[in-house]
């Protein structure tokens, strides 16, 4: 990848000294990456800087209801609007079928944004310590802690280049299909979830075609109707989506749930559920378990004229086998809500400053908390020669830095770098 450089420069003549007493001296943070340049052609990665991809995307799911709730649902699902629809066109998938499946329908979002960072080489820093992914606005950093959930295949090979992505925003709505009002949110749509991010990982000889993940946290929403409540869930455990054939970005490919096992899915909201068969109101709090999601697909790049094609892929998926579900699920569980910082910005040095005594005090700033970073200086950025003057590991964000020797040098230059 390229590195780009700012630097700091400390001149210490009179003539400076005079012209800082009228204006503040402009600071930025040289951050060092080192990492390979990346090629220019037509099958690298470097063909896309870091930026959204803004495209159409459809998905649809299928989840396995816990059986505590399978014989309710049964008798409440034949009286609402919606109970006896059917949800793909070819094999007629029903949207409840009796025995506790439910199955969505198709549904779609014409602008589904993608954030991506800048390539760099496998075991770069940068896999660790966040690369910046996304434009302004919504921009965060995308770590290797986050993937938690990664696929079978083999990783990338020594010397490939990788990118970190995430679901920037997404919401996608039953608006071509049924207009029911079934929806999924992640990213900044679904502001309490973690940040559901991805890895591009390419291939040994060329970055493309390449392979691509996520980790994606929902919020679905299931209108109500008849006895049915309105029902809001989320899966606290990510669901694994994957592909194996990016050839551009964005890539017009379906996203295939490839979890081990199915992922379970909890209500999010507290909910009253009239159970038919007893009479009773069952009061369900936030954090019990609805069911086990055991299909799920994300088409990136379908049109509103491909909803069929997108179905024929949906039903091919399940044909081949959905996921196993967990043996003994967690029936009851504590939900998380999250802070995702979408506000990132990339790393910098700011309001730097001589001090009484001659010191070069600055701050630096959007660094990553607990993170090792390298204050490294050079009298000649030229020439290549940097030195290591302080080992920083940030409690929070920012961090002030006093220099003594500040006084002791006539030129100072100063970079970050997380190599030593």
């Not at 049924?178 to 502001?191: D, L, N, Q």
């Not at 024929?312 to 003994?328: C, K, Q, R």
């Not at 030229?382 to 080992?391: C, D, L, P, R, V």
Request: aromatic content about 10%.
């Amino acid at each position: 990848m390229k590195t780009k450089l700012s630097v700091v420069r400390i001149q210490r003549d009179k003539s400076y000294r005079r012209a800082n007493a009228l204006m503040p001296l402009t600071c930025a943070l040289l951050l060092m990456l080192f990492a390979t340049p990346a090629s220019t052609t037509a099958q690298s990665f470097a063909t896309y800087p870091a930026g959204d991809d803004l495209t159409p995307s459809m998905g649809q799911f299928q989840i396995v209801l816990d059986p505590k709730w399978v014989k309710i649902f049964d008798a409440i699902m034949p009286n609402t609007p919606f109970g006896s629809s059917t949800v793909t066109r070819r094999k007629g998938m029903r949207l409840y079928k009796k025995g506790g499946t439910l199955t969505s329908p198709t549904l779609y979002d014409p602008q589904t944004r993608i954030g991506r960072s800048d390539s760099f080489v496998v075991g770069s820093p940068l896999e660790h310590a966040g690369a910046l992914a996304g434009k302004e606005p919504g921009r965060t950093y995308v770590r290797e802690s986050q993937l938690v959930v990664h696929p079978t295949w083999p990783g990338p090979a020594s010397g490939s280049h990788e990118i970190h992505t995430f679901l920037k925003s997404m919401h996608m709505v039953d608006s071509l299909t049924t207009h029911f009002g079934f929806s999924v949110k992640a990213g900044m749509e679904a502001p309490t979830r973690p940040v559901s991010a991805g890895q591009v990982e390419g291939g040994a000889g060329s970055d493309f075609p390449a392979n691509s993940f996520f980790n994606v946290y929902v919020v679905v929403d299931i209108p109500g109707g008849g006895a049915l409540p309105s029902i809001q869930l989320v899966n606290v455990d990510p669901l694994l989506v994957q592909q194996t054939n990016i050839a551009v970005f964005p890539p017009h490919v379906v996203y295939q749930h490839e979890n081990s096992t199915a992922v379970p899915v909890y209500f999010n909201t507290n909910t009253i559920i009239h159970d038919p068969i007893s009479g009773d109101d069952i009061s369900v709090p936030r954090g019990t378990l609805f069911g086990q999601l055991v299909l799920a697909g994300h088409g990136i790049s379908f049109e509103s004229v491909e909803v069929e094609a997108f179905q024929v892929e949906f039903e091919n998926e399940g044909a081949t086998g959905t996921m196993p579900l967990t043996v003994d699920p967690i029936t009851k569980i504590v939900i998380e809500d999250f802070a995702p910082d979408y506000n990132a910005a990339p790393r910098s040095l700011s309001n730097g400053h001589f001090a009484s005594g001659g010191s070069f005090v600055f701050t630096l700033e959007h660094l990553t908390p607990n993170s090792t970073n390298y204050l490294q200086v050079s009298s000649n950025i030229s020439s290549g020669n940097w030195q290591t003057i302080a080992m920083i590991i940030p409690p929070t964000t920012s961090f002030t830095f006093v220099d003594p020797d500040a006084m002791n040098n006539p030129k100072r230059y100063y970079r970050l770098s997380l190599l030593p």
